[in-house]
Nanobody
């Protein structure tokens, strides 16, 4: 079992930055690739990016590439989403998720086994 708790969401002006954190309670954290997703009101949950279990490989979707960066600290069972140059269209509830594979190939909701409760991000124009 993996329990995930996100934090760091909030209200920010367009162009600003936020760093989301996700704390994982699991003994073998490095065995799980970690993904970030977001869900805007009235829309489906959307994949944002993934980091491999070792932290050496990452993938970000085109809409956030160059603005968002996923990182992890395996010594402390943490994964982060640094969000810069935020836009109003980034407004959503952000979720971290864990998948029982160490690679960075898990790109869809169905690939993930464990989810956090989400943290809301609102970007004002």
């Amino acid at each position: 079992q993996v329990q995930l708790v996100e934090s760091g969401g909030g209200l920010v002006q367009a162009g600003g930055s936020l760093r989301l954190s996700c704390a994982a309670s699991v003994r073998t954290f490095s065995r799980y690739a970690m993904g970030w997703f977001r869900q805007a009101p009235g829309k489906e949950r959307e994949f944002v990016g993934v980091i491999s279990g070792s932290g050496t490989r990452t993938y970000h979707v085109d809409s956030v590439k160059g603005r968002f960066t996923i990182s992890r600290d395996n010594a402390h069972n943490m994964v982060y989403l640094q969000m810069n140059s935020l836009k109003p269209e980034d407004t959503a509830v952000y979720y971290c998720a864990a998948t029982g594979t160490t690679t960075d190939q898990a790109r869809g909701v169905q690939s993930y086994d464990y989810w956090g409760q989400g943290t809301p991000v609102t970007v004002s124009s």
